[in-house]
């Protein structure tokens, strides 16, 4: 049984952890959310969908991102045209909780653990604006490769650097660098 110790360690830090940061996350939507009668999406997901519009406008897109009237999400325009929107799932939280489940399981340093699960959040967060921004610009110019887009190319971006940032801290930072 010793020898399943540290695998055993990792999955209840990790598991634990999720479960912990997911239970406070899905808390939050239910109070955050608004969806009889009039739908209000959470102020985390207005915040991406309009960070999002301030990268498009600075690249001289006439962007605006409204509530959608009928959904539980964020209309993204491009010139008047809906061209995506943001729902829940893409405001980066729920990618961040794993990221973080993920470097508590894996220890280094408590400073370390600390300054990088605020750094690698926040640079996950911004990659998922950056991709949304350029996925909308994609899907404006390219509405034919929707399916390509959404679902292989940027869902890449992000646990891309997901992946990356983990395989940083477990080389670099965590208790078992080589």
């Known amino acids: 049984m010793n020898r399943y110790k540290n695998i055993t360690l990792f999955l209840v830090k990790f598991f634990g952890t999720y479960l912990l940061l997911f239970l406070f996350y899905a808390f939050y939507i239910s109070k955050a959310q608004q969806r009889e009668n009039i739908f209000k999406s959470s102020s985390l997901t207005e915040n991406v969908a309009n960070q999002t519009v301030t990268i498009l406008n600075f690249f001289g897109y006439n962007a605006q991102s409204l509530q959608h009237d009928k959904e539980m999400s964020v209309k993204l325009l491009i010139d008047d045209v809906y061209t995506a929107r943001v729902i829940e799932g893409c ?67 992000i646990y891309g650097t997901t992946f990356l940032l983990w395989i940083v801290w477990v080389q670099k930072f965590s208790n078992y660098k080589k």
């Open 91 to 157: 405001n980066s939280v729920s990618i961040i909780i794993l990221f973080i489940a993920f470097i508590i399981a894996f220890p280094g340093s408590r400073k370390a653990t600390i300054l990088y699960v605020f750094a690698g959040s926040l640079i996950i967060y911004i990659i998922n604006i950056l991709r949304i921004a350029f996925l909308t610009i994609m899907l404006y110019k390219y509405p034919g490769e929707q399916e390509l887009l959404h679902n292989l190319v940027f869902p890449g971006i």
